[in-house]
């Protein structure tokens, strides 16, 4: 059985600040975050990736990779995170040796 700590935390305090954005200013509550990884969550799955699919995301630090991370957690996706220094042909072959069914970035 999986907890879903995301939730427990959104019912324990619902806006405490989950993570801050330095350059922006901009936070996520435990709320916000529950409410958007569940949205995404079903839009992914509309998207008809499901548990066990790999989803890559190319990204610096932002609280829209939380809500990535809060959704694969949820409905048992892989995130796999891709470093964005890497050069294109390095996250081609990353890419294609987990075949993901979505690419963020």
Sequence with gaps: ????????????APIKTVAREAHSGNDLTYH??????????EKL????????DRVVIISEFRLELLVLLGAAMKKGIILVPLNYR????????????????VNFF
Excluded: F
């Excluded at 999986?2 to 935390?9: G, L, N, V, Y």
């Excluded at 799955?45 to 066990?52: F, T």
């Excluded at 890497?86 to 069914?101: F, G, Q, T, Y």
């Design 45 to 52: 799955e509309k998207l008809s990736v499901g548990k066990g």
């Design 86 to 101: 890497l050069s294109s042909r390095e996250i081609a072959h990353m890419v294609d040796d987990c075949s993901p069914k």
């Design 1 to 12: 059985m999986t907890t879903d700590w995301i939730a427990k935390w959104a019912g324990y």
């Design 32 to 41: 916000q975050l529950n409410s958007l990884s569940n949205y995404l969550g």
